[in-house]
């Protein structure tokens, strides 16, 4: 596609429930980044996949978080038992292969609401 | 630990006036440095970037060099239009730390006429 396309973009939950977050990245990136962004902060790296496999998870706060990308191309961010604090917009970028130098881009978000 | 500190907003400017966004980092190992930006409604866009010391990252009017010697990489604009209102995030990221980006926490811009 020509740009990241995340899906849905707006979740609302209730306390407890597990949701799942599609992020769809731009065509050939084999970097693929989730981040999560409260209201008045800067985001937040949560997880970093170079292909297949997540090189770097040190951002996912607890285990209930998870995020998979089985064929190197679009990622779920899972998220098990969602609390309250849970709440932000989650963003998903991609690069075209990982460096530093390289320009992230990013979709739109999924804001998810856990009441 | 890498971090990024912006100034505070929101900055509130007339039409045609002088914008500095300060924004000064550290980081373990060599970063490199981001600007990126939000339009309200709209997702998170590149505005510029530079990859080594001295380099300047230049895009729509805006501009910003990398200073090394100073920890920073302000972000400057000659003359600002009502459409650059905005949030705008300083961010880095360092090579061998999956080039995860660590960003500011914004700073808010709003344009009068």
């Known amino acids: 596609g020509a740009g990241v396309s995340q899906t849905p973009s707006n979740k609302v939950t209730e306390k407890g429930k597990y949701v799942e977050l599609r992020c769809d990245p731009i065509?050939?990136?084999?970097?693929l980044y989730w981040y999560r962004q409260s209201l008045g902060q800067g985001p937040e790296f949560l997880i970093y996949?170079?292909?297949?496999?997540?090189?770097?998870d040190s951002g996912l706060p607890n285990d209930r978080f998870f995020a998979v990308r089985p064929e190197g191309s679009v990622s779920t961010l899972k998220i098990q038992r969602t609390e309250r604090g849970d709440s932000a917009v989650y963003l998903c970028?991609?690069?075209?292969?990982?460096?530093?130098?390289?320009?992230?881009?990013f979709g739109p978000g999924t804001r998810l609401t856990v009441l | 630990g890498n971090s990024v500190t912006q100034m505070e907003g929101p900055v509130t400017l007339s039409e045609e006036a002088f914008l500095t966004i300060n924004c000064t980092y550290t980081?373990?190992?060599?970063?490199?440095l981001f600007w990126y930006v939000q339009y309200p409604g709209e997702g998170l866009q590149l505005l510029l970037k530079?990859?080594?010391?001295?380099d300047k990252g230049s895009n729509k009017g805006f501009e910003a060099t990398y200073r090394k010697e100073t920890t920073s990489f302000h972000l400057e604009k000659g003359s600002v239009q009502v459409s650059d209102s905005a949030v705008y995030f300083c961010a880095l990221s360092v090579t061998g730390t999956a080039s995860k980006l660590t960003f500011g926490t914004g700073t808010r811009l709003q344009v009068t006429l």
């Open positions: 996949f170079q292909g297949t496999g997540a090189a770097d």
């Open positions: 970028a991609s690069s075209r292969s990982g460096l530093a130098v390289d320009t992230q881009y």
């Open positions: 530079a990859t080594k010391a001295d």
């Open positions: 065509s050939g990136h084999t970097a």
């Open positions: 980081a373990t190992g060599y970063p490199s």
